[in-house]
């Protein structure tokens, strides 16, 4: 019997889903634009502001000059400061980004259950309560050994501070390591009025379901979230894990080829048209610095055309090299 489509349906009147681009511009002319919800800068040479919805992420791009991330929704958009939250929101979207010293809060497990508990308060209580998608920064995120790495501390904390706020279900993540000197934990989000749907990968094991070795915390978050209209994916931090088990060890070629497969299997677990396009921005975080223009090159050739962010950072597994996160637009 013939099908009428295999491919996802877009929803026609449900909220669109933020533009999400790359863009050469100064701070001040993109956060002027009508509908600009979030912009970030990337490493110490990006501007500061003091517009909540700026946010200076402290990874280094490898390309100079490095662009600007850019969030736009069709609507007016609001912001404001409320304790440690910056927040913007319009058109049935939030921004959420909070950036906590670590010594004000005993180390990185006291800084991300305080960052988790303010998040969640502030989430909480408005409109735009279901998260989709949240982006960790943690300095020396690989330092440490078994439990007492700093990634797994980060694990523990960000449990404590969520409780059970995403019992219903995890939203999209990444959590990368930044070579910032600052132990800054940097956090932002992007909520809705709307709840997403999560997708998760069939070649990997969830990550709530890792085995004990990983942490005593497991790590909550979905492989992929879609947006409500279907008109986006978000992709969370994809590397080269393999059921449970990070694969190629010491390989950066066979580590991102099978990270690119981990990536067409989520656009495929989400109905949507394999590969990516002009309109599909992606972040590729890179841990050694000598390893940038061979990803570079590899990704230009695998992903013509596409929008590629090569940013320095660590994987929260110290043997994996490369990590990949982004958008795809339906
Ligand atoms: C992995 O596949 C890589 O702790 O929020 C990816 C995305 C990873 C998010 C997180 C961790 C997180 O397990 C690690």
């Given at each position: 019997m013939a099908q009428a489509s295999e491919h996802l349906q877009v929803q026609p009147g449900l909220l669109r889903a933020p533009r999400v681009t790359y863009r050469m511009a100064a701070p001040q002319t993109v956060l002027a634009e009508?509908?600009?919800?979030a912009a970030f800068g990337f490493g110490a040479g990006a501007s500061d502001s003091d517009?909540?919805?700026w946010l200076r992420v402290a990874l280094e791009c490898f390309d100079a000059p490095a662009p600007v991330e850019l969030w736009q929704v069709d609507a007016e958009v609001s912001r404001g400061c409320e304790g440690a939250v910056r927040w913007s929101a319009g058109g049935g979207w939030l921004f959420a980004a909070v950036e906590l010293d670590e010594a004000d809060f005993g180390g990185i497990e006291g800084a991300s259950r305080q960052a988790y508990t303010e998040l969640r308060r502030f989430v909480g209580a408005r409109?735009?309560?279901?998260?989709l998608r949240i982006w960790n920064y943690i300095a020396?995120?690989?330092?440490?050994?078994?439990?007492?790495e700093r990634y797994k501390q980060f694990c523990n904390g960000r449990a404590a501070g969520l409780g059970?706020?995403?019992?219903?279900g995890f939203p999209a993540a990444t959590a990368i390591g930044h070579h910032d000197r600052r132990r800054v934990l940097q956090i932002y989000l992007l909520a809705s009025i709307d709840t997403g749907h999560a997708v998760e990968n069939p070649r990997q094991v969830s990550a709530w379901h890792y085995p004990r070795q990983y942490g005593r915390t497991s790590p909550g978050f979905a492989r992929a979230m879609l947006m409500p209209a279907r008109d986006a994916l978000a992709i969370?931090?994809?590397?080269?894990?393999?059921g449970y088990a990070s694969a190629h060890e010491g390989d950066l070629d066979a580590q991102l080829n099978e990270t690119l497969t981990n990536l067409e299997a989520l656009l495929a677990t989400a109905d949507m048209p394999a590969g990516f396009d002009t309109l599909s921005p992606l972040k590729t975080y890179v841990?050694?610095?000598?390893d940038a223009p061979r990803v570079r090159d590899i990704l230009h050739q695998r992903l013509p055309g596409v929008p590629v962010l090569l940013l320095h950072g660590d994987v929260c597994?110290?043997?994996?090299l490369v990590e990949i996160d982004g958008w795809r637009y339906a």
């Open positions: 009508p509908g600009t919800l517009d909540p919805r409109d735009e309560s279901c998260v020396d995120i690989n330092h440490g050994q078994d439990d007492a059970d706020f995403f019992a219903h969370s931090g994809t590397a080269a894990v393999v841990r050694h610095p000598v597994r110290r043997e994996l």
